[in-house]
């Protein structure tokens, strides 16, 4: 159960993310073996200092930003500070954490075995399997989790794995979510800093509508370019197998030596008949905002546009059936997400459509980064006589990726305008991040239009 912490202020802090560190060069354990925080004094590396050391000391988690979404972050190999995550999301705790490391020494100091005689460390050795290691070489640092032997025993906090032998592990892409692990000294564990089945957070704003009073510090380090968490594949089977969606494609898989057959291993509704997920996301319901979202396949039979004026009026009829009033302050609001062929208002009949109010916040990205610029507009009945509601329109891109940078931000943002209904035009659930978007959408719809 997620609890306030007495007192607690929510603090966000801004970090600009510039020469935080690099990868050290010449490493003889590669590319990736060693990363580097810079020993340049700056407000930044002061700043990550302070929270490292709290992520050492304290049980309460820490929000950062990766390339992916926002992490709540915890010392992974410290019980009472895993157990500050679930305690904070209010997430079940048979739900795994994923870990993040800073590089692959790191990563191989999780699987090395405890120290051996007379207290002297046993020998470096490479202990991650051979066929990991054209997907770390070609995804990492980035948006990959692969799933690793737990050794026994295990340096990690058994809250992390949620009792399984298996444990999933990345390296992210951001320099600063890479020199706060390395400060810290220790492996985090950091699943989205969002409240349990709420929408993924992609800014720090996000992560104090969700989090305020029950975690003290949030890093803000801008909004998240990839948009959607990170692709998780279980190597160790063959073939290998995604276990969930994310910023890595079943095709960009594919290309990598040994992973040629790779399989899809998720379902896009949740497993809740499985005692443990295997992966975050397989088995609760994720990503939903407060709205009842209809989700409209991009497979549909008969015009899209069509289906969703028809779905509109008769939601409004029923609610109009009901008694439910319509004037100033209590009007329906209905929210539409748009991709690729929705016309604006998806063609209802409303007022001019104007910009709807500001917090004055970037609470969101859409297209390449830009704030979302929702339209608002009243709608009214077929004869153009009677107010129907208030239409909240947005549209959040054409391509797979900009639609994945706006998702969850533009779920957030309609929920924050109080939309009583959300109806989302899908994309094409190809081998491409489409894939992830309509897994999310998918575990985020009341309803799915096909």
Aim: aromatic share 4%; proline share 7%; glycine share 10%.
């Amino acid at each position: 159960m997620s609890r306030d912490l007495p007192g607690a202020c929510t603090r966000i802090v801004r970090i600009s993310g510039r020469d935080l560190g690099r990868f050290k060069e010449n490493d003889a354990r590669g590319r990736l073996g060693c990363w580097e925080v810079s020993q340049t004094p700056s407000p930044d590396i002061e700043i990550l200092a302070e929270a490292a050391d709290y992520l050492r000391t304290k049980d309460t988690p820490v929000a950062f930003p990766t390339e992916t979404v926002y992490g709540l972050g915890a010392d992974s190999t410290r019980s009472a500070a895993v157990r500050g995550i679930y305690s904070a999301k209010g997430r079940p705790s048979d739900n795994p954490l994923i870990v993040h490391v800073s590089d692959l020494e790191m990563l191989q100091d999780i699987l090395a075995p405890p120290s051996t005689t007379n207290g002297v460390a046993a020998t470096s050795n490479d202990r991650i399997p051979k066929r990991y290691k054209p997907v770390i070489e070609r995804f990492w640092p980035g948006p990959l989790t692969i799933l690793l032997p737990n050794p026994t025993p295990s340096k990690l906090a058994p809250e992390v794995t949620a009792g399984l032998k298996t444990f999933g592990v990345r390296m992210p892409k951001s320099p600063l979510a890479l020199s706060l692990i390395k400060l810290t000294g220790a492996p985090l564990a950091a699943p989205s800093a969002n409240a349990s089945t709420r929408p993924s957070p992609t800014a720090a704003e996000h992560v104090l509508e969700d989090l305020d009073g029950r975690i003290e510090l949030i890093l803000d380090g801008g909004l998240c370019p990839v948009g959607v968490e990170s692709t998780v594949v279980d190597g160790l089977c063959d073939p290998p197998v995604i276990l969930r969606p994310g910023g890595v494609s079943i095709d960009e898989l594919r290309s990598c030596p040994g992973w040629e057959k790779v399989e899809k291993g998720y379902r896009d509704e949740s497993e809740a008949g499985k005692s443990a997920p295997r992966a975050p996301g397989m088995k609760y319901k994720h990503y939903s905002p407060k709205a009842k979202v209809i989700l409209y396949e991009a497979t549909v039979g008969m015009s899209q546009g069509d289906m969703l004026a028809q779905d509109v009026e008769a939601f409004v009829e029923g609610r109009h059936a009901r008694q439910i009033p319509t004037t100033e302050g209590e009007a329906l609001r209905i929210g539409i997400i748009r991709t690729r062929c929705w016309k604006p208002a998806a063609g209802l009949r409303c007022s001019r459509f104007e910009k709807g109010e500001t917090t004055g916040t970037a609470t969101g990205q859409g297209t390449q980064g830009a704030e979302l610029d929702v339209q608002e507009a009243e709608f009214y009945d077929n004869a153009g006589q009677r107010l129907a509601g208030r239409l909240m329109d947005v549209s959040i891109g054409k391509d797979a990726r900009s639609v994945a940078q706006g998702l969850f931000s533009a779920l957030r943002e309609l929920d924050r305008r109080s939309a009583d209904i959300i109806f989302v035009e899908g994309i094409e659930d190809n081998e491409d991040i489409g894939a992830a978007v309509m897994n999310r959408l998918r575990k985020a719809a009341s309803q799915i239009r096909s």
